[in-house]
């Protein structure tokens, strides 16, 4: 084999581990989007998902965060509790359910939220 196919074959062998890596982070987004949706509760109207975190990837975490939140009447989330979950996956969480807001209410009302990374 001439030392033009070896580096070939490394280059080929590091393009398909980024695919490989860009595919997983296609699925964990897919399942974090397929967990929020399932949800009980009440009817959410925005619910942009978590990013998943630089350093997370370069730790390759992963796991389920669980928060608790207080959603109040006019659909706000006046609460969020953070009650499991790595802390670098939950700080992504967190940041997302910023932007979250629900259906208006009659009252206000807790729900648990989980997030699979």
Same mark, same amino acid.
């Given at each position: 084999? $001439? !030392?033009? &196919?070896? &580096?070939?074959?490394?280059? $080929?062998g590091k393009a398909g581990?980024?695919?490989?890596?860009?595919?997983?982070?296609?699925?964990?987004? /897919? /399942?974090? *989007?397929l967990t929020a949706a *399932?949800?009980?509760?009440?009817?959410?109207?925005?619910? !942009?998902? !978590? %990013?998943? @975190?630089?350093?997370?990837?370069?730790?390759?975490?992963?796991?389920?965060? +669980?928060? %608790?939140?207080?959603?109040? $009447?006019?659909? %706000?989330?006046?609460?969020?509790?953070?009650?499991?979950?790595? @802390?670098?996956?939950?700080?992504?969480?967190?940041? *997302?359910?910023? +932007?979250?807001?629900?259906? !208006?209410? $009659?009252?206000?009302t807790k729900e648990l939220? %989980? /997030? +699979? /990374?």
């Amino acid at each position: 084999m $001439s !030392p033009r &196919s070896e &580096s070939s074959d490394a280059r $080929s062998g590091k393009a398909g581990k980024c695919l490989a890596k860009c595919w997983m982070v296609v699925a964990l987004m /897919f /399942f974090v *989007a397929l967990t929020a949706a *399932a949800q009980d509760g009440r009817r959410l109207v925005s619910n !942009p998902q !978590p %990013e998943y @975190p630089e350093i997370a990837r370069k730790m390759n975490l992963s796991g389920v965060v +669980k928060i %608790e939140v207080v959603i109040g $009447s006019d659909g %706000e989330i006046k609460n969020a509790k953070v009650v499991g979950g790595h @802390p670098v996956l939950a700080d992504s969480s967190l940041k *997302a359910l910023k +932007k979250w807001k629900y259906a !208006p209410g $009659s009252s206000e009302t807790k729900e648990l939220l %989980e /997030f +699979k /990374f």
